[in-house]
């Protein structure tokens, strides 16, 4: 299967429905379903509260994980995006399809890879990341796949 690499606290807040798109400098023609990989790094946090805070999310560093396959998205597309807000001028399909995006606080560009039916596994895979898409045998989180799988034959997935 198809696995993203996302930085923390950016992997945390797509499982929780909080950041709908992915901020990439390279586009993809590949849509359908992307295992969601924490990072192990911990550049991207802004560390408060001797080190336990995210202070820009006010998420816990205890809420994320780190190093480990934590969720499964289905990426839905992918559209260029210009660096200042003021510059924007979106294709009218674009905004047709995926109205949200002109007023989404996460959407950075130059790429956008807009997520939908984020689901979070159960209990999080320890899985080594690597830069761009790459292949994660399905077989390896199984377990939270089948759980993915059942939750949508239950109910559909919350989007915010």
């Not at 001797?50 to 992918?78: K, N, T």
């Not at 807000?85 to 130059?110: F, I």
């Not at 999080?124 to 949508?152: D, N, Y």
């Amino acid at each position: 299967m198809k696995a993203l690499t996302i930085c923390q606290p950016y992997a945390e807040l797509i499982m929780r429905g909080e950041k709908r798109v992915e901020n990439r400098t390279w586009p993809t023609a590949y849509r359908g379903p992307v295992l969601i990989h924490a990072g192990k790094s911990r550049e991207w946090l802004l560390l408060v509260d001797a080190g336990l805070m995210d202070e820009a999310h006010e998420i816990p560093l205890s809420a994320m994980d780190f190093g480990a396959v934590v969720g499964l998205a289905q990426l839905e597309g992918c559209v260029p995006v210009a660096p200042r807000r003021d510059e924007r001028k979106w294709d009218p399909l674009t905004l047709e399809v995926w109205p949200w995006l002109a007023t989404h606080q996460h959407v950075e560009g130059p790429w956008c890879w807009i997520l939908k039916d984020v689901f979070r596994f159960p209990k999080p895979v320890p899985w080594k990341g690597q830069q761009g898409l790459f292949e994660i045998p399905a077989a390896e989180v199984a377990v939270g796949l089948s759980a993915a799988m059942e939750a949508r034959r239950g109910k559909s997935f919350k989007q915010p």
